[in-house]
Structure formats: structure tokens, C-alpha cells
């Protein structure tokens, strides 16, 4: 039986962005880090003491078996990358996927780092999926569906050379990781299930700098592109209120670390009163 879409209140909104804000914090620390010769080991337990000292507790550890508190995905690995012992190395991307749970909601929030300098090609892919990612939550709108914000990243991205993840999606969000409904990087216009007020999303484009395949590893965690080329993926949390999307979590921490303009657009920085 399908999943049926919770509707958030106003309180439980505002309990959701602590929690999305504890991610994005953690993001921001993790940012300090990640530099050639780190392991991700060390990001993963760096990020599990950061979370607990701010109160909560990691939401991906122990689901579905998961064995860590962040996902750490290199390269050609697309997402669920699980941490390890090996050093990071210059001129690799990596994206780092984290949850958090506090007042029984979840966070889930996603940046794709550069390791020292990347290549120009690199850092075009990370430029465009980031900005798709704006380009969903600004279709987050009543009067639109879940189909519009699949075509703003499917468009955007597949016009700069870029190919869309199918097999994995984005998610409704709540006192669960993955609630209904599930959100596409690729659809059409004014198709699929209407947009709420009270919904709140977990968007995330998935971008191959190659085609659009991929594997799971051994492992039964780690998705890779088929054809071996480069991966980046970016996650915000999205409440749509008044008709309007609510950015529940943000990259500012991220950036201002990094020393890079802020991203996020002024219309996603309103209050949710």
C-alpha cells in the first residue's frame, strides 16, 4: 500500500528546520576538514560527536542498517557511499550526505565539497547541480505539482551536457527519512501528485557529468556511475507554506567556511511567520 503525504503545522515546520539546521551546522564543521589526507573515516566520527554534542542524534546510523552518520560519495560514486580508511585526494569531489533526528523529526541535507583544486569540468558539474537544486525549490509553488520541480532540474541540468539520475529520487520528509511523496530529477510539466501547503520535501538532483546509469557495489550500499565519470549531488529541506517554498535547511555554514559567495537566493531565506 502506497505511503500516504503527511502534512506538516506551522509547530511542526519550525521543529523540522531545528533538525535541518542541525544538519547544516554539521555541514558547515565537516567543511573545515575536508582536504587532501583527511579520511572519511575521521569526517564520520567528527560528524557523529557534533550532532550528539548539539542535542541530537544521527538519523542515518542503524537505518536500514546503515553503519555511519554521514554517506560519503566520491567521484563516480553518485550517493550512499559509506565511510572508509582511505586518505581523501586532491582534485576529488565528495559528496557528503547527512541526517540528523531532534524533537523526533528528521534532517537530511546534502553538499558535493571540492578537495583542494578540481578540475574546471568538476567544478562546472558541482555549479549547475547546485543551481538546479534553486531551480526545483523555486517550483515548490500551490498551484504546481511534483512534475514541475523534476523538469526544472531535468532541464537545466540535461541543457549544460549533464544526465539525471533515474533509479534514485527525492523524498517527502518528517518524523520519518522517507516519507511520500518521492520527487524525481526528471518528469514533465503539471504531471504528478499536486503540491500542499504543509508538505515538506527532501529535493535533491543527482547529476552524472557522463550518462545516466548506474551499479550498485559490493558492498550494497555505494551507487556508482556506470560509465565511471563523475558524480555530484546537493539536498535542501523544503517546506511549502503559503504557497510558497520554506528553505528549512541551508548551505550558508558550508559556505562562509569555504569562502564562497552564499547560494542561497533571498526568497529562500523568509521566515516561515
Known amino acids: 500500500m502506497a505511503k500516504s503525504i503527511v502534512l506538516k503545522t506551522a509547530e511542526e515546520i519550525l521543529l523540522m528546520r531545528e533538525s535541518a539546521r542541525i544538519v547544516s551546522r554539521t555541514l558547515g564543521e565537516l567543511a573545515r576538514h575536508v582536504r587532501p589526507g583527511v579520511t572519511t573515516n575521521y569526517l564520520d566520527q567528527l560528524a557523529e560527536t557534533y550532532i550528539r554534542d548539539l542535542g541530537a542524534v544521527p538519523g542515518f546510523k542503524g537505518l536500514y542498517g546503515c553503519p555511519s552518520t554521514i554517506l560519503t560519495s566520491i567521484d563516480d560514486a553518485v550517493i550512499h557511499g559509506l565511510p572508509n580508511d582511505k586518505p581523501l585526494e586532491e582534485g576529488m569531489i565528495v559528496s557528503i550526505d547527512c541526517g540528523a533526528v531532534l524533537n523526533g523529526y528528521h534532517g537530511d541535507h546534502a553538499y558535493t565539497f571540492a578537495v583542494g583544486e578540481i578540475s574546471p569540468e568538476k567544478a ?5 547541480t547546485k543551481r538546479s537544486l534553486y531551480l526545483a525549490i523555486e517550483q515548490m509553488r500551490i498551484g504546481n505539482r511534483i512534475g514541475d520541480i523534476s523538469y ?4 537545466y541540468c540535461e541543457a549544460h551536457g549533464f544526465s539525471i539520475v533515474r533509479e534514485f529520487v527525492g523524498h517527502g520528509l518528517g518524523r520519518e527519512l522517507h516519507e511520500a511523496p518521492e520527487v524525481p530529477n526528471y518528469g514533465r510539466k503539471g504531471h504528478g501528485k499536486a503540491l500542499q501547503n504543509g508538505m ?29 565519470q563523475p558524480s555530484a549531488h546537493f539536498e535542501h529541506d523544503v517546506a511549502l507554506w503559503e504557497g510558497k517554498p520554506l528553505v528549512l535547511s541551508t548551505f550558508d555554514f558550508v559556505e562562509d567556511v569555504l569562502g564562497i559567495p552564499r547560494s542561497t537566493p533571498e526568497w529562500a531565506s523568509k521566515e516561515l511567520v
Do not use: C, F
Open 200 to 228: 515538506t520535501l527532501a529535493i535533491e538532483p543527482m547529476v552524472n557529468m557522463g550518462k545516466k546509469e548506474v551499479r550498485i557495489l559490493a558492498d550494497k550500499w555505494t551507487v556508482v556511475t556506470k560509465d565511471g
Open 152 to 155: 526544472a532540474v531535468q532541464s
Open 124 to 128: 562546472h558539474l558541482l555549479e549547475v
